[in-house]
């Protein structure tokens, strides 16, 4: 075992791994970014193509040991990257993957070629992506999505990379080693810094991947509700999974949110400001929290506005909660479940809320976790009410 | 796909290097880029005890004209060459060369000099080089030595390094304004390795011509004085005189017995000679 320092995404990392240990299974096995994908391990098939120094290399055949004290950057590292997500739209938009295999390693060498070929007609695209197979698309899609984003960046003249976006010879990555490591250092297996601390008043504005609308309405006039939404530490006790982790200030909410899907079980911790406009009774909680352990990252907003009811008796609660997950969690590409997550968290919050504001002390359930069983019997449950549903209806 | 386990080691300079290699006794292996080696290593058609990486040494990533050549370092990228980051003496020979080989992500890692010393009779150095006249160093802790690409090569995978050696640097001589250059392969899919390479640099108005036939499973054919290819003499109108009869005979004599290969072969040689005139 070889103790080895570079950078992913930015992030300082520093662990121990043998010699042999190529780049892809360094980051695959050691950092959980399975983004990059193994396809044929010995340099054809383009599948886990990743930056090294800002340019593409294989990373199969490229060691880890071999890059001491360069900067790597997997698919994962890409999200915020401007080529990269305009690719991702106009891979979405001409159908430019099916399996999505070989689609981290096309992005990557997509983003290269839309950075260095500015005039790249269909024949130059095609030669420059020859070094990633495709078994799905036979690449129309593909070209055409790295051809529209070629021909809008130019509409907008956008200058090509000078230098092929290198400045030293020799191999990408190289070099980069400090020049005299005396001794050997001590391995340490934390590959993400122990607690991303987040800095007051760098909670951002985002715009969310998925937005959901939810609603509910409570027995209680609006501005009684409004009063309790300005409670922090009383809606964190409603809500389903939440714990806070330091006394609340409106600017800044320190805590804790477990969620459960089925097997996945996540525990995202961050803080949260919370924004409010009496004139209009609304309001909203941005937030932003880490899963250490599946170093998955996630921004959440929820907005909410008061409507009046039943004449100003009632109040109906209107939320669109947004969020945009990235890590591996993020690979849970099944919208649907979540949307149906949230609808059942909201359902507790709500009825937690009405508890609260009555007056009843909130049931075992509360801040409990949701488990895979409760999901089970809600859905035998809404399962069985259809079917009745159904009968009533033809009979 | 993993290789078996290797020791490894990151020499702080070259002499540091070659003293490793001298004292390894045969049982280490240099990487440079890796995108030869890397391939091997991960079939597990290489087990070397020991692997050298010299890919961080600053002397071999060195790329200066002097004295009418331009020396390269052995570590200089086959993306170094195609993006210009390196001199060029050869009016964009080496550039379209060096851009045409595999695929950038190899060409970003994949060194001149590990090319050169893997040695493989299907990659473009050794049949480009051969053709530009350019000649190399090799250095071991007993000293330096240079010869031409065609006497380096000396067989599929086959180099004269000897024990110890390595490549240090390439030297290209200057292309003279009157010299045309045509380079073509022919590969069954963009950027694998050549099934068949025609190299020519022909020079019309000092009458000679270099042409290299490549990737035929061997060391390339290398034609110093190829007038014979040009019925007798190298002029302004060799493009009509290039005669592909001779062509297939030398492929013959060289030991190509399939009449298809030899077909392929000319064909592409053909293509490098329309190239040169064009």
């Given at each position: 075992m070889t103790t080895i320092a570079l950078n992913v995404n930015k992030q300082a990392v520093e662990l121990s791994a043998e010699p042999r240990t190529c780049l892809a299974d360094f980051v695959r096995d050691k950092l959980d970014l399975t983004g990059t994908h193994l396809g044929c391990e010995h340099g054809v098939c383009g599948a886990c193509t990743v930056l090294l120094d800002g340019v593409p290399v294989r990373s199969c055949i490229t060691y880890a040991v071999a890059c001491e004290g360069a900067d790597i950057t997997t698919i994962e590292g890409l999200d915020e990257d401007e080529v990269t997500t305009e690719l991702r739209a106009a891979f979405t938009r001409e159908h430019a993957l099916q399996c999505g295999y070989c689609t981290p390693g096309m992005l990557v060498s997509a983003r290269d070629l839309v950075l260095r070929l500015p005039d790249a007609d269909e024949r130059r695209i095609r030669v420059g992506l020859s070094g990633n197979l495709c078994r799905c698309t036979g690449y129309v899609g593909i070209v055409r999505a790295v051809q529209s984003v070629i021909e809008a960046r130019r509409a907008r003249s956008i200058a090509p990379l000078t230098n092929g976006g290198r400045t030293g010879l020799g191999p990408a990555g190289s070099g980069r080693a400090a020049a005299d490591r005396s001794e050997p250092q001590p391995a340490r297996q934390s590959p993400v810094p122990a607690r991303e601390s987040i800095a007051p008043g760098s909670i951002a504005d985002f715009t969310p991947a998925t937005v959901l609308d939810q609603g509910f309405t409570l027995a209680h006039p609006p501005a009684k509700v409004f009063a309790m939404f300005d409670d922090v530490a009383g809606i964190a006790a409603c809500l389903p999974g939440v714990s806070l982790t330091s006394p609340p200030r409106p600017e800044r909410v320190e805590g804790l949110i477990r969620v459960r899907l089925g097997p996945i079980a996540a525990s995202f911790e961050g803080a949260a400001r919370v924004e409010r406009d009496p004139a209009t009774l609304s309001g909203r909680i941005v937030g932003i929290g880490t899963d250490q352990r599946s170093h998955s990252a996630t921004q959440g907003e929820i907005r909410y506005c008061l409507l009046p009811l039943e004449g100003g008796a009632a109040t109906a609660v209107e939320l669109s909660i947004g969020y945009t997950l990235t890590g591996t969690l993020a690979q849970v590409g099944r919208p649907g479940l979540v949307r149906d997550l949230a609808r059942r968290l909201v359902a507790d919050f709500a009825a937690n809320l009405d508890r609260h504001m009555s007056g009843v002390p909130s049931g075992p359930k509360t801040s409990a976790e949701l488990s895979v069983w409760s999901i089970v019997s809600d859905v035998l449950r809404a399962r069985i009410a259809r079917v009745l549903g159904r009968r009533s209806g033809a009979g | 796909m993993k290789p078996a386990p290797f020791a490894y080691e990151r020499p702080r300079d070259l002499d540091a290097a070659l003293s490793m290699l001298a004292a390894s006794n045969g049982s280490a292996k240099i990487i440079a880029g890796g995108q030869s080696l890397g391939p091997m290593l991960n079939l597990r058609l290489v087990q070397p005890e020991l692997i050298i990486d010299i890919?961080?040494?600053?002397?071999?990533k060195r790329a200066d004209v002097s004295g009418g050549e331009l020396v390269l370092g052995a570590l200089v990228t086959h993306a170094d060459i195609e993006d210009g980051r390196t001199a060029d003496v050869t009016r964009g020979a080496m550039r379209a060369v060096a851009a045409n080989i595999a695929y950038r992500a190899v060409r970003n890692r994949g060194t001149i000099g590990g090319s050169l010393s893997h040695a493989d009779p299907a990659a473009d150095w050794i049949s480009a080089l051969a053709a530009l006249g350019a000649r190399m160093t090799l250095r071991s802790c007993a000293g330096a030595r240079t010869m031409t690409i065609e006497a380096f090569v000396v067989g599929a995978l086959e180099s004269a390094l000897q024990a110890g050696e390595i490549v240090e640097s390439i030297h290209v001589p200057t292309r003279s304004a009157s010299a045309h250059w045509g380079y073509a392969k022919s590969c069954r899919?963009?950027?694998?390795?050549?099934?068949a390479i025609g190299a020519v640099l022909i020079d019309p108005a000092a009458a000679t011509a270099r042409v290299v036939i490549g990737a035929i499973d061997t060391a390339p054919i290398v034609l110093t004085d190829a007038a014979g290819l040009f019925g007798g003499r190298i002029a302004a109108d060799y493009k009509e005189r290039f005669d592909a009869g001779i062509a297939d005979a030398v492929l013959a004599k060289a030991g190509i017995d399939d009449v298809v290969q030899r077909h392929i072969h000319v064909g592409v040689l053909k293509r490098a000679v329309q190239e040169a005139a064009a």
């Open positions: - | 890919s961080g040494l600053t002397e071999l899919k963009t950027g694998e390795f050549a099934h």
